[in-house]
C-alpha cells in the first residue's frame, strides 16, 4: 500500500478496527500495509485509543511482547443505550401496533439497520468478558440480533431450527413446552452447527415465560456445551414465572390494553444498576 499522509492513515487505520472486533492485529501488520515505522504507528493508536474511548466506541488495548499488537473491543457506555433504548420504548408505546390477541408488532424495529447495529453494541457491551465461542438463537426473529451482536464480538451464529432439514445432515432434536401456550414444540440443531463443550451466548427477541431458551439450555446439554449468558431484547413482565433466572434485557413489556390502546414499555434489567 501507498505512504498515506498522517490524516489519511488515522481515518485508514480506524476503518481497519473497527471492521476487525476483538481481532489481535500486530503493530507490524500497520507497519506494512502503510509503509511507516512502529513509532509512528503506535503514536496513530495512541490518538486512535484517546478517541475510541471519549467517544464511547470502545476500547483499545494493547498487548506487548513479539506476539502482541492491539486488539479493538467494542463497548458502548450504558447511559448512551439507556437513551437509544429510552427512545424505542417511546416508539413501541405507539397504539398502533397492537395486533389482534392482543400481541406487540416489532418487526419493522427488527428490520432497521441502524436499530440492530445499536442493539448488538449494546448486547456486546453487557457480555464483554464473557468466555463464549458461538452465538445461538431460534428462528426466525431472533436472528437478525443474533448476527448483529455477533458482528460486534466476532463470533459465529448458530441457528436453531424448529424441525430438522435434510440439508444440514443428521440433527440432535428435543421436545420441550413452550411457555406462552404450554405446548409440546421441537427444536433440532445440526451435529455439525455446534462442537461439544462449546461456550455459548443466546440471544432472542422476545422471552414470555422462557420455555424457548430453557429448551436451548436443554438442547445445548446434549453437545455438553456451556450457557455464558442469555439476552433478550424484550421481556414480558406479565407472567407469573419466569423459566429463566440468570439473564440480560433491554426493554420490559408491562402490558398491552387492546380496550385503552395503552402499551407499556420500558427499560430492561440491563439498566437497573448503573
Do not use: H, W
Given at each position: 500500500m501507498k505512504k498515506l499522509k498522517r490524516s489519511a492513515r488515522l481515518v485508514e487505520m480506524?476503518?481497519?478496527?473497527?471492521?476487525r472486533p476483538h481481532s489481535l492485529i500486530p503493530l507490524t501488520t500497520f507497519a506494512e500495509r502503510y509503509n511507516s515505522a512502529k513509532s509512528s504507528i503506535s503514536e496513530d493508536l495512541a490518538i486512535i485509543k484517546e478517541v475510541f474511548e471519549e467517544e464511547g466506541l470502545g476500547e483499545l488495548n494493547t498487548l506487548a511482547g513479539a506476539?502482541?499488537?492491539?486488539?479493538?473491543?467494542?463497548?458502548?457506555?450504558?447511559?448512551?443505550?439507556?437513551?437509544?433504548?429510552?427512545?424505542?420504548?417511546?416508539?413501541?408505546?405507539?397504539?398502533?401496533?397492537?395486533?389482534?390477541?392482543?400481541?406487540?408488532?416489532?418487526?419493522?424495529?427488527?428490520?432497521?439497520?441502524?436499530?440492530?447495529?445499536?442493539?448488538?453494541?449494546?448486547?456486546?457491551?453487557?457480555?464483554?468478558?464473557?468466555?463464549?465461542?458461538?452465538?445461538?438463537?431460534?428462528e426466525t426473529k431472533g436472528i437478525p440480533l443474533a448476527y448483529a451482536t455477533a458482528t460486534y464480538m466476532n463470533l459465529p451464529v448458530v441457528i436453531v431450527r424448529r424441525d430438522s432439514r435434510v440439508t444440514e445432515g443428521s440433527a440432535v432434536s428435543i421436545n420441550y413446552v413452550s411457555g406462552s401456550n404450554k405446548r409440546i414444540q421441537t427444536m433440532s440443531l445440526a451435529r455439525r452447527a455446534l462442537k461439544e463443550e462449546s461456550k455459548v451466548l443466546i440471544i432472542d427477541d422476545f422471552m414470555h415465560v422462557g420455555g424457548t431458551i430453557h429448551g436451548m439450555m436443554d438442547l445445548l446439554a446434549e453437545f455438553k456445551a456451556t450457557v455464558q449468558g442469555v439476552g433478550v431484547f424484550m421481556e414480558s413482565c406479565e407472567a407469573e414465572e419466569q423459566l429463566v433466572d440468570n439473564y440480560v434485557s433491554l426493554a420490559r413489556l408491562y402490558g398491552v390494553d387492546s380496550k385503552t390502546k395503552q402499551i407499556t414499555v420500558e427499560p430492561g434489567n440491563y439498566f437497573d444498576s448503573k
Open positions: 480506524t476503518q481497519y478496527l473497527l471492521f506476539a502482541g499488537g492491539v486488539k479493538f473491543s467494542p463497548k458502548v457506555p450504558k447511559d448512551i443505550s439507556l437513551k437509544f433504548i429510552q427512545n424505542l420504548c417511546l416508539q413501541l408505546q405507539q397504539p398502533e401496533r397492537i395486533l389482534p390477541g392482543g400481541y406487540l408488532y416489532m418487526s419493522d424495529i427488527m428490520g432497521q439497520p441502524q436499530y440492530l447495529n445499536e442493539i448488538g453494541k449494546t448486547f456486546a457491551s453487557a457480555f464483554a468478558g464473557r468466555d463464549v465461542d458461538v452465538i445461538m438463537t431460534v
